[in-house]
């Protein structure tokens, strides 16, 4: 059974950028084959907000409306990683952030609108934005 567990995060002015890492165990990545891993964060009222995700085989990457070009998601199979890089940071991106991850497909348009698909999930990392 896949195991994810994220890093990265931290607190940075306005218009600052973090890299966040999801580490991914129990299989590697190469193996892990059209498959979607994807990035989450928790918004105010407890529901969880899709950011990025990526088909592990083709590669295909899909994002969320709030991202607006500020944000990219890059993975690396010999790492066995999958990396969300955040630029431009505002305040309203303050949030814990969280990877997740699903078996039964690669990513499709519709990923990031139903996080509840995804069976797989990090512990999250904090990040804060300072005006």
């Known amino acids: 059974q896949v195991q994810l567990a994220e890093s990265g995060g931290g607190s940075v002015q306005a218009g600052g950028s973090l890299r966040l890492s999801c580490t991914i165990s129990?299989?590697?990545?190469?193996?892990?084959?059209?498959?979607?891993v994807a990035w989450f964060r928790q918004i105010q009222n407890g529901d969880r907000e899709g950011i990025a995700g990526i088909s592990t085989t083709t590669t295909t990457t899909y994002y969320g409306d709030a991202v607006n070009g500020r944000f990219t998601i890059t993975k690396d199979d010999a790492r066995n990683a999958v990396y969300l890089q955040l630029d431009r940071l505002e305040p309203e991106d303050s949030a814990v952030y969280y990877c997740a991850a699903r078996q039964d497909r690669r990513c499709t348009p519709g990923s990031l609108k139903t996080p509840s698909i995804f069976p797989f999930w990090g512990q999250g990392t904090q990040v804060t934005v300072s005006s």
């Open positions: 129990g299989l590697t990545l190469r193996s892990f084959k059209d498959k979607c």
